[in-house]
Structure formats: structure tokens, C-alpha cells
């Protein structure tokens, strides 16, 4: 499978299960941006993706903050001109993040 030239995933909260098998997964097809608080918990994956000559750039940020995350992500020089292809986040992060609403059932 070819890795997209336009398009980056995004996933938020990165760690050492489900996020880690999502940004390895995603990484076949779409250069990668793993969200996490602490960088100790995305760089394993980050060098785990590149070893396998994919593209992953690790971004410390508080997935509760949208401007933080916006800010982080302007720092990546590597996604100018790309846009976002999936986003793999929990619904409330992702609901910050993208701007979009949820249901959340208190209806």
C-alpha cells in the first residue's frame, strides 16, 4: 500500500497498547502524528515506525486543549500542505480537536 503524499493521521493519546497498535496500523497508508502528554509515551512508536521506514512525528500536548494541540501540530514542518486524512482519538478529545459535536447520551 502507498503512503498518501496529502493526507497525515492524527492519533491522540498514544501509549503502549491500543494507541500503539492504531499509529502502526495507520502508518501503512498515512504519515502519522501521535498525540501524547509525555513524550516517553509516544517515542517508542515513533521509532518503531520510522525503523519500518514509515513517517511518525511524536507531539506532546494535552488532548483536553485545542489550542495547545493546534499549536503543537503548527510545529510539525512535515505536515504543510497535507490534510487530515483519520483522526483516532476519545470522543471528547476529538470533539475539541476537530470541532465536532457528539452525542453523549445526556439527552
Known sequence: M???QTLYALIAGVGPGTGRAVALRFAQA????LLARKPESYEGVV???RAAGGQAFGVTADT???ESVKK???GVKELE???LGAAVCEL???SS???VVFADGRD
Not at 498515512?30 to 502524528?33: A, G, L
Request: aromatic share 4%.
Open 2 to 4: 502507498a503512503v498518501s
Open 92 to 94: 471528547l478529545a476529538c
Open 30 to 33: 498515512y504519515p502519522v502524528v
Open 47 to 49: 521509532n518503531d515506525i
Open 64 to 66: 483536553s486543549d485545542a
Open 72 to 74: 503543537a501540530l503548527g
Open 81 to 83: 500542505g497535507r490534510g
Open 97 to 99: 480537536l476537530l470541532g
